[in-house]
DNA sequence: CCACACCGAGAGCACTGCTCTTGACTCGGT
DNA sequence: ACCGAGTCAAGAGCAGTGCTCTCGGTGTGG
């Protein structure tokens, strides 16, 4: 009977937890959609609007308008890093980088707004709070496990060693992917990470308009090069 | 007596235009000023009250918010570029390229804000006017340049050739930069100015964050790699 | 000398994020 | 069974925004 009291208590409180998430959930909907519609700078009261409420009862949801814009942030690394984890795995390491790139690309290209988010300009008085970084992780660490994996299957070349500080750093980056990986190897696959989120950025913020029309093959050109660079081989 | 009269017509309406043009520059001075405040969205009744006017005859200037920011992006375009030519010329290619980036990247950290305008995302309802894209391709043709002379003084080798659309588009960049250099050279050089860009823009929008402290060694790290990517040797 | 173009200021519109208060509703414990 | 506590949505309101329009004043060009 106890048992059974406390699973009431539980489930009448998790009814409510549940329809405050749903509601929370409808918000997020919502507001992403606006999102797609007219970029970052979203209004509360459209989208308070769109679900047919007052402004002010979306407060009761989302404390600000950054913590909404958090949530949202929050949902597009996971998004992104569930999409870069569902790529299935190639014979060779140079490929699997280049097809998880090509799943990056692919969600940016879907969710350009939400890409823009979390990977444009920061907005101004928006602090990312610590919440986010789990989450941020995810689409690294799924390149990271591809050469992590071509270190110790020997697919992978390790350049010229870096001292100082910088090799300290790739170092402590390293035994984060792979203890005993080589720093350097570390260094070089963090390099490709902003290679492909600078080539997937320059796509999608117009820097190649009037230039280059051929985007997806520019973009396996880009990234054919930088798996030659870190040294992943077949 | 007639070319007094033409040149006194002529400095007189030159006046007017000066007056208008150095209050344009007021300004712009002075938005700039509130950018590297409180970033991107720039507040034209801020700005008007810092210049101890009303916001109404802003407008006698700039037609609209976008019109300033337009401004403002060609200026950021003009400065770079600038700060890019200014780079004195060192004695090998790979060199070159490298303390021309490093110029871009000290220009960007001592200006974040005008790169994010011009680097990050883009401001949703914007459309960035044609009137930009001669300021814009200055930092560009400066990185071509080292490219093109490495590549008729022997300096650059030229990887595998690429056919296809992305070859022809290669082919024509090419033709820009210097007629007769290799088409994928000319690709392999966009490739490794995006590179610039990405890694500013990573250090600039906090993708180091947590993770990486020497930033300049680490810029400097992956510059090294643009180089021996593009294929520029000494 | 006068008309005309320009310039600055103010009022005003529709919008924004956000706060506070008010009234209704539901839920838990006595 | 009832009543206090907590939750929720709504409305009014504040300070701020981009932008338009109209109104006086001022200097220039013909």
Redesign the pocket.
């Given at each position: 009977m106890l048992s059974v009291w406390h699973t009431?208590?539980m489930s009448?409180?998790s009814?409510?937890a549940r329809?405050?998430a749903e509601?929370s959930d409808e918000i997020k909907a919502a507001a992403r959609k606006h999102l797609a519609i007219e970029g970052a700078?979203?209004?509360?009261?459209?989208?308070?609007?769109d679900?047919?409420?007052?402004?002010?009862?979306?407060?009761?949801?989302?404390?600000?308008?950054?913590?909404?814009l958090t949530a949202l942030i929050i949902d597009a690394y996971d998004a992104l890093g569930a999409a870069a984890e569902a790529v299935p795995v190639f014979p060779t390491a140079p490929q699997r980088w280049v097809e998880i790139a090509h799943a990056v690309r692919n969600w940016a290209l879907a969710n350009p707004h939400e890409w823009a988010l979390v990977y444009g300009s920061p907005v101004p008085g928006y602090q990312a709070p610590s919440d986010t970084i789990g989450s941020a992780t995810r689409v690294i660490f799924a390149f990271a496990r591809v050469v992590a994996e071509a270190a110790t299957t020997g697919h992978a070349v390790a350049g010229s060693p870096v001292d100082g500080q910088l090799g300290e750093e790739f170092h402590a980056l390293a035994e984060l992917a792979l203890p005993g990986m080589a720093p350097q190897l570390a260094g070089r696959a963090m390099a490709g990470w902003i290679q492909v989120c600078g080539a997937v950025s320059a796509e999608l913020f117009g820097q190649l308009a009037n230039t280059i029309d051929a985007r997806r093959e520019f973009f396996e050109f880009q990234m054919r090069g930088t798996v030659d660079w870190i040294g992943l081989r077949a």
């Open positions: 009431d208590s009448a409180a009814l409510r329809i405050r509601m700078n979203l209004s509360l009261r459209a989208v308070a609007r679900l047919g409420m007052a402004s002010s009862a979306l407060y009761r949801y989302f404390a600000s308008r950054d913590e909404l």
